[in-house]
DNA sequence: CCTATCATGTAATCCGTTACATGATTAT
DNA sequence: ATAATCATGTAACGGATTACATGATAGG
């Protein structure tokens, strides 16, 4: 047997088929592009191996339309969807790192100098507030479902991270 | 000419390396481990593959020791080093997701129930804390170096993803 | 009709991870 | 001595990105 594993990519897809039923990776790139692209972005070409691989594992299957331009059309199985349950189910206490270019920046601002340093806070700082405008115009009254509470956390990084970079600028870190 | 593009992980490598000094890999390894690791980790074989990468692109040499183990000594070259200034010069605006696995599988919370929902979200904002906890331990005073100030938006992003999960956990997300 | 954009897909490369493996050093 | 742990390194695989490429549709 191969050591085929899931990665959470694979769970976004099968998650995607679950919730939206029989889709091609067209439809699953716009699906992803207006929610969960929010924070877990990838480009469209995977939405076309991911569901490649995981017909070989079984859980997915593709037909391909009849007419005009047959395009593929992915489905979960029945094993597939046993696979996302299982996932769904363990409650995962692991936290992801943070991975922020312009923190990694911060972090060697000691290297250059301060001026540096605060284009870069002035930089972030405007792009964390324009992102969080983003999210805060998305929906309008509480949450619907529990993928539109993802958000949540979304507004609430977005809002950490403007202040934070707004304070890196008001009050520049100097080294000894 | 070859193709080759550094990435952050080059970077980190090219800044730890300006930072600290010539360095072995697990000089390294033990330097990232305590400080820049806690936001952006990777095993330690990247920093014995990088260094050799780099090596070959000309910002950095190897060296050996002469007595016992002979081990590796990287060293950032002139070219390295203006190339890393040149990074550290442009401001970046660009944001990283989330890609936070918690946060995918609450993303896809209709498909079981309330309740894993429920066990999800205690188990998140129980690692948060803990997290959070750690940093808020690590320094005394107010931070001594644009480095030890990145600690600032790991101690923001901890609270606020604790802040989050919790308000899950109180207040589940209902599909209608 | 022509062209610009959307839609759909494939190929190749490479970074990052996982796994393996072996030297040194310390403790008992 | 010998086990255990720390230190150091390599090999191989595969997922993710980048780049390329072509078919449809709509607008002018």
Redesign the pocket.
């Known amino acids: 047997m ?4 899931l ?4 769970y976004l897809v099968l998650g995607c088929l679950a919730s939206a039923g029989p889709s ?4 699953l ?2 699906a992803v592009a207006e929610s969960v692209g929010y924070f877990w ?6 939405l ?3 569901p ?2 995981m017909t070989a594992a079984g859980l997915v299957q593709e037909e391909r339309e009849e007419g ?5 059309v992915f489905s979960i199985t029945a094993v597939g969807r046993a696979a996302l349950d299982d996932w769904l189910t363990q409650p995962t206490a692991g936290l992801p790192d943070i991975r922020d270019v312009g923190l990694l920046k911060l972090f060697f601002g000691d290297l250059v100098g301060p001026d540096e340093v605060n284009a870069l806070a002035v930089a972030q700082r405007g792009a964390h507030e324009e992102r969080l405008k983003l999210y805060e115009g998305l929906f309008s009254g509480p949450p619907q479902s529990a993928a539109e509470s993802t958000i949540g956390l979304g507004i609430a990084w977005e809002r950490a991270a403007a202040a934070f970079w707004a304070s890196i600028a008001e009050n520049p870190p100097k080294p000894t």
């Open positions: 191969s050591t085929y594993s990665t959470p990519t694979s091609t990776p067209y439809e790139k716009q972005s990838f480009p469209h070409s995977q076309y191996s991911e490649a691989r005009g331009r047959r395009r593929r």
